[in-house]
């Protein structure tokens, strides 16, 4: 069983990766409140500002199975907080981390997706136990499918969500 790992902050060319702080309560509300950008996700639009304080109380969790650690992704120009990543690792299979980004709707279309996902990886492979890379998308989010193709992560088959597609990235 691993421990709780330790995921630095960092940056990639343009964002900034960090603990979630309370200031970011509000803008973490817009991005997850966006019911039409929810339905890419696997979660419910957020309906008030408590929670959005709740995740960023709860980015750092350890459950049953899980470690999930959250980080808030920001622009390195301004600080503004455009959205947030998620590196989930389950306690018995020591070798596997599964990832998840969200990008509010006004900063779609500009290649945050790419560059977030290619940080991840980068940042995962400094994690020695760390050979496979898991990631999910809904099937309707033709452009998460595409980011995730763009940084080599490869479609397999699965049936454990009929609405998804399960992706893996060899290290």
């Known amino acids: 069983m691993i421990q ?3 995921i630095n902050n960092h940056e990639s060319e343009r964002l ?4 979630l ?7 973490l509300f817009k991005i997850y409140s966006n019911k039409e950008a929810m339905k890419y996700r696997h979660s419910q639009a957020m309906t008030n500002l408590a929670a959005a304080q709740d995740f960023i109380l709860h980015q750092k969790t350890a459950t049953a199975l899980h470690y999930i650690i959250r980080k808030g ?23 596997t981390c599964e990832i998840g980004y969200s990008i509010g709707a006004d900063f ?21 136990n760390i050979q496979v890379i898991k990631a999910w998308t809904i099937k309707e989010n033709i452009a998460s499918k595409r980011i995730l193709e763009l940084n080599d992560f490869q479609q397999v088959a699965q049936e454990e969500f009929a609405g998804s597609y ?5 290290c």
Request: cysteine-free; charged content about 20%.
């Open 16 to 19: 900034s990766f960090r603990d």
């Open 166 to 170: 399960l992706y893996k990235y060899q």
């Open 108 to 128: 779609w279309g500009r290649g945050f997706g790419r560059e977030i996902v290619a940080s991840l990886i980068s940042n995962i492979k400094t994690q020695q």
């Open 21 to 27: 702080v309370a200031d970011d309560a509000p803008s």
């Open 73 to 95: 992704v920001s622009l390195k120009a301004t600080n503004e907080l455009i959205g947030s990543v998620m590196y989930k690792y389950h306690k018995a299979i020591t070798n």
């Open 4 to 6: 709780l790992p330790q």
